[in-house]
């Protein structure tokens, strides 16, 4: 379907948000539908969807890959990204969340705030995206619309707007009482339209009280609103739904919504929502990248050079994709643009509007849209285009550590030559994937998010190349960090070689930096990787030197004393130094820094860190007694234990090594019935029991 040009503010960039299994892809399937951009609702557990295209994704019945869609509703184009729920796969939710304008959390009417909710709300924080909220599955057996109103404000810090009420419960559940326009929707079954009405007379009162509660939570937000509130005690439906627009996109409320979408009730005032309070591009601010290290803004104008940044790179059958947000400009078919990361050219062969896995050609994309093009070789994702004539490097989105490796192989011979570029093409995709070789094996270690994540990497490789892969046990990224350090180290770098020599003297004080968050995960005890600072007086060691005494220490972290593994969480001040007239050099004194900074380490008091997960396991209640007893055997602190709808919920912190297997395990355990999740909570000391069968003799 070939989609005509709207005017920038009509277009919606907006990404679906939640945990594994909330209903994400159904509510894109139910948007498809509704928009006419599909003529038959996929369903996830018939692996029928449409943006849950990969084999793998329809196999395994989660979304593992984000995908892109596009579609018409009310006069507005939406471009929409379906992001994963499973914390194996949060770098694809970052990427997308970097290129988009607005963004729907969806919640689990029994569960609530799930983790992974909690992870991917703290992502679109950090993004600064605007949201709205739908809590699913009114029909299921335990929903309740005002507990997940709770746990949102409890668990996500926000001010929720409820702007519905349910009609009917569970299996009863028909329809919703729109409180803005204080108005009856109901879904029939076997229709896809809702009928609207009065508000039954039953739920008349309720409503006028929620209404009221949702005009006092508005106005104490916003001065326009209050000052009405104040003067006729009661605020009109204009002034509230403008009202509710703000306060949506400054971040200030949550306005929330409920439905189901798998019997689709309540997607359409979903959607109305998405147009009335979402921004489009024209509503955010300009985009900022950087030119020779000058900040430059360019506007969402399709008339202003081209700025486009390549947030996803997919490898089809049938040849490259590279998909990007355009924030300035036009670029057309055939045109010449430039990397401007890399410094080369690149020829826009073809441009793609897409539907998942389906494609539609478009002549030409203007600001505020996401396309995929076809014919661009080399930009990696991350990686700026821009018009040739005026070139501008825009912020990529932050790739996240690895934590989990496993050693790969080829089982046969002709698969061994194969097997380099197909990993080499998968770490292309997915930036949070790394390839590398184990200096004392020489064999390749393919490093990613969790064990899911590899399994799903590995998997790719033999379906889609044909390799016969083997695959080593998971290993975690373990890193060294300072418990006491050391002061006044004194290192001298002296070299005479017959030509220019080298000469830095240094004094380091080296120290933890403290219980700082590693990776903004709100880790255990969670250690902050480096800072440096000199406090040299009198010139002993100029400025240009200290700089370069700095990059040689952060040379020095890359490996720890114990076993190797890079070092984070310490504090390095040069405290004193000296130079030569001749001989000094920038490139003396990063080697003093270097060299300096290793011995410290050695002299230093080192403890060994392992990566934590936050557990949030759910079993039936004759189980949980196994479970706590599994969790304490894998080191685990269990930190909760309530009951719930499905059972019990147990959360703990457990050492990520301790989880390779744990799926399997619970299942046995729990005659199958036992489900976890987890999120990423940083790192912590491995005891030294543990640490000894980890680091080498």
């Known amino acids: ?98 290129v988009l304008d607005g963004a729907v959390a969806v919640f689990d009417a029994v569960a609530g705030v799930e983790p992974q909710s909690e992870s991917v709300w703290r992502q679109a924080d950090r993004h600064g995206v605007p949201r709205i909220a739908f809590v699913n599955k009114m029909d299921r057996a335990g929903a309740d619309l005002d507990s997940a109103v709770a746990s949102i404000r409890e668990r996500l810090r926000t001010v929720p707007l409820v702007v519905q009420m349910p009609i009917g419960r569970e299996d009863g559940f028909t329809g919703v009482v729109d409180l803005l326009r204080m108005r009856a929707l109901v879904w029939h079954a076997g229709r896809d339209a809702f009928e609207e009405g009065p508000v039954p007379d039953g739920l008349a009162e309720e409503a006028l009280r929620r209404r009221v509660l949702l005009e006092e939570a508005v106005a104490e937000l916003h001065p326009a609103a209050l000052e009405e509130f104040c003067e006729r005690s009661r605020v009109s439906d204009g002034t509230l739904a403008g009202a509710l627009r703000e306060v949506t996109r400054s971040g200030e409320g949550l306005v929330v919504l409920c439905g ?26 300009a985009v900022r990248g950087t030119l020779d290290g000058v900040s430059q803004e360019r506007p969402a104008d399709p008339a202003a050079p081209l700025a486009a940044l390549v947030f996803k790179v997919h490898s089809t059958s049938t040849g490259r994709l590279t998909f990007v947000r355009v924030y300035s400009g036009t670029v057309r078919k055939g045109d010449t643009v430039l990397d401007a990361g890399a410094g080369r050219t690149e020829r826009v062969g073809r441009i793609l509007r897409v539907q998942a896995d389906r494609h539609a050609e478009a002549d030409r994309a203007v600001a505020g849209d996401i396309v995929a093009l076809v014919g661009v070789k080399s930009s990696r994702t991350g990686a700026t285009l821009c018009s040739p004539a005026a070139p501008l490097v825009l912020e990529p989105p932050t790739a996240a550590a690895p934590v989990v490796s496993v050693a790969v192989e080829a089982r046969g011979g002709p698969d061994a030559d194969r097997l380099v570029p197909a990993l080499a093409r998968l770490a292309e995709e997915d930036p949070s994937l790394t390839v590398g070789t184990d200096p004392e094996t020489g064999q390749t270690v393919l490093s990613g998010m969790g064990e899911l994540h590899l399994e799903v990497a590995v998997e790719k490789i033999r379906r889609a190349h044909g390799i016969r892969v083997g695959v080593g046990r998971p290993r975690v990224a373990y890193r060294e960090t300072v418990a006491r350090g050391v002061t006044g180290l004194l290192y001298r770098h002296v070299k005479q070689d017959g030509g220019a020599g080298q000469f830095a003297h240094v004094v380091l004080d080296v120290e933890a930096l403290g219980a700082v968050d590693d990776a903004g995960t709100g880790g255990t005890t969670g250690t902050g990787g480096f800072a440096f600072r000199s406090t040299v007086t009198g010139g002993r060691v100029p400025q240009e030197y200290a700089r370069a005494v700095e990059a040689g220490c952060r040379d020095a972290l890359a490996e720890g004393p114990l076993g190797g593994h890079p070092v984070t969480g310490l504090r390095v001040t040069l405290t004193d130094g000296a130079t030569h007239p001749k001989d000094s050099s920038e490139t003396a004194f990063r080697a003093a820094g270097r060299f300096a900074l290793r011995e410290a380490l050695r002299a230093a ?66 005659q199958g019935r036992g489900t976890f999740t987890t999120r990423a909570a940083g790192y912590a000391p491995v005891p030294s029991a543990v640490a000894a069968g980890v680091l080498p003799r």
């Not at 005509?4 to 948000?17: E, F, K, M, S």
């Not at 929502?273 to 955010?284: F, G, K, R, S, Y």
């Not at 457990?654 to 619970?666: C, D, H, K, Q, T």
């Open 605 to 670: 008091e080192m403890v060994l860190l392992e990566p934590v997960v936050e557990v949030t396991v759910t079993v039936p209640d004759d189980a949980v007694g196994g479970v706590l007893g599994d969790l304490a055997a894998r080191r685990g602190r269990v930190s909760g234990s309530t009951a719930g709808a499905g059972g019990a919920v147990v959360t703990a912190t457990v050492p990520l090594a301790e989880l390779f297997g744990y799926a399997s395990r619970l299942r046995g355990r729990t």
């Open 260 to 285: 189901s979408a798998y019997r689709n009730r309540g997607v359409e005032p979903l959607l109305q929502a998405v147009v009335e309070l979402l921004p489009a591009p024209t509503d955010v601010p």
């Open 1 to 98: 379907m070939h989609l005509a040009v709207d005017p920038l503010t009509t277009v919606r960039n907006l990404g679906i948000l939640a945990h594994v299994d909330a209903g994400k892809t159904t509510v894109t399937e139910r948007i498809l539908y509704l928009t006419g951009a599909t003529h038959k609702r996929g369903e996830v557990h018939e692996g029928t969807t449409v943006t849950d295209f990969d084999p793998q994704e329809r196999d395994r019945g989660i979304t593992i890959f984000a995908a892109a869609v596009s579609c018409d509703w009310a006069g507005h184009r939406i471009n929409l990204i379906d992001t994963p729920g499973h914390v194996d796969f949060s770098d694809e939710v970052e990427r997308s969340l970097r």
